[in-house]
């Protein structure tokens, strides 16, 4: 219900702006759905033996080792996958030679993207202890709750008309919120 309803507002959005690309619209929907995927490949990864004992009682300190290798594995095979689609998408849209020749003629932006490499970083490294910690569920309903709120803050920043579309898929979110957090109550 959380992506469904994260899917309407992208729908309202679509059907409220005239200058709205159906790329975009797909490409958001890949992430939605990827976003659950990945939490639960995530959370197999992160919870099964690994392999990785090189004592018959591994120490705390080779556990923690071990666990970190293992993030810092997941972040690379997750960001090499998603650069290779943004590359791909760039491409087929003629979006990454414009972006080279911006930041060409713009070189303070490697600054401002930069620091964005590294918050990003350190956001992946919280979601990822979160699966460590919780579990995938809360994960994913953490990360699809940030999405929405950045949807509805959109709507202060960057006014524009606010749809029956958009109010239906609020709900829909909420009411995926709600049941997701009663659902993992009754699992505890």
Request: aromatic share 10%; glycine share 6%.
């Amino acid at each position: 219900l959380l992506c469904a309803g994260l899917a309407g507002f992208t729908l309202a959005d679509w059907q409220s702006s005239p200058h709205f690309h159906m790329v975009g619209v797909m490409v958001i929907c890949s992430a939605l759905a990827f976003d659950g995927i990945a939490g639960g490949a995530q959370e197999r990864l992160l919870k099964a033996e690994h392999g990785v004992n090189l004592e018959k009682e591994p120490t705390t300190e080779s556990k923690a080792v071990a666990e970190h290798l293992l993030q810092q594995k997941l972040l690379i095979v997750a960001y090499s996958m998603s650069t290779m689609q943004l590359v791909v998408i760039m491409m087929y849209t003629n979006e990454l030679s414009l972006s080279i020749q911006f930041v060409v003629e713009n070189p303070s932006t490697l600054w401002y993207l930069a620091v964005l490499s590294f918050t990003s970083y350190g956001g992946v490294r919280l979601i990822i202890l979160m699966v460590q910690k919780f579990d995938s569920l809360v994960a994913t309903i953490v990360t699809t709750m940030r999405k929405f709120t950045t949807m509805l803050l959109s709507f202060v920043f960057f006014p524009k008309p606010f749809t029956q579309l958009h109010l239906i898929s609020a709900l829909v979110v909420f009411l995926g919120f709600t049941l997701s957090i009663m659902s993992s109550k009754r699992m505890r």
